[in-house]
Structure formats: structure tokens, C-alpha cells
């Protein structure tokens, strides 16, 4: 496909992410089970809880996910600069793994800190990705 060839990174970005989903889903389901919870029931919000971090980990990337694919995907298929949506797409899947480490490990507080600044991170690579979108096909 060398209509795409110049997109590469943000395709790998996107592979990549939604592999770290199908990963990150039996690993947080297996400590829930660990835990005694029933299958999608939601532990009690505690971040002193690993069984909780490991759940809201999972849940952030998949709360994130679909928009995530939707802007790339838009930027993509409007032609939007391929560097810079290369760039950002790459952003959004390190910006989601170093927040799956920090939510599973329980640094910082459970806002206002590391977890929020990522979150926007990735959250900011997607608004961009959709802005160039627009642009590119007004």
C-alpha cells in the first residue's frame, strides 16, 4: 500500500496501541478475578489498590483508544502532513504506556499529577491529529 507508506509510524502507533489493549485486558481481568470480583465488576475506587490501579490502566487506554484511532485514522485518509502525524500518533502510544506504568506502579497522586499531565498528552496528540484533519481537507 504506498498510498500509506509515508504513514507508517502512525499506523505501527496504532497497531501497537491496540495490542497493548488485547495485553492489558486478561492481565487487569486476572487480577480482578485474583481479587474475588465477578466478571465487569469494578473494584473499589482505592488507588492503594494494585487490583485498582491495574483496572483504571486498562479502562483509561480503552476509555482512549477509539479516539485515538478515529483521529489518526481521519488524519491519515485527509492527507495531513505524514511527519507531524507520524509524530503525534508515536506520542499517544508512549504518552499510554508510560501512564499504564505509572497508574499500575501508583506514583503520584491520583490527580493533578504524573497521570493527569499524561493523560492530556495523549489526549492533545488526538485533538491535533483531528485538527490537522479538518485543515487538510478544507
Request: hydrophobic share 60%; glycine share 8%; proline share 4%.
Amino acid at each position: 500500500m504506498e498510498a500509506f507508506a509515508e504513514y507508517g509510524h502512525a499506523i505501527a502507533s496504532v497497531a501497537l496501541t491496540v495490542i497493548f489493549g488485547l495485553v492489558m485486558s486478561p492481565l487487569a481481568a486476572m487480577r480482578k478475578t485474583g481479587a474475588g470480583l465477578a466478571p465487569g465488576a469494578e473494584p473499589e475506587a482505592d488507588y492503594g489498590s494494585s487490583v485498582y490501579r491495574w483496572h483504571r490502566a486498562y479502562a483509561n487506554l480503552s476509555e482512549t483508544m477509539g479516539f485515538f484511532v478515529a483521529s489518526v485514522a481521519a488524519a491519515i485518509l485527509a492527507g495531513a502532513d505524514p511527519f507531524w502525524v507520524n509524530l503525534l500518533a508515536s506520542l499517544f502510544f508512549v504518552s499510554r504506556l508510560v501512564l499504564a506504568f505509572v497508574h499500575i506502579k501508583g506514583i503520584g497522586k491520583p490527580d493533578m499529577s504524573a497521570r493527569s499531565f499524561l493523560y492530556v498528552a495523549g489526549w492533545l496528540a488526538s485533538i491535533i491529529l483531528c485538527l490537522m484533519a479538518v485543515l487538510a481537507v478544507l
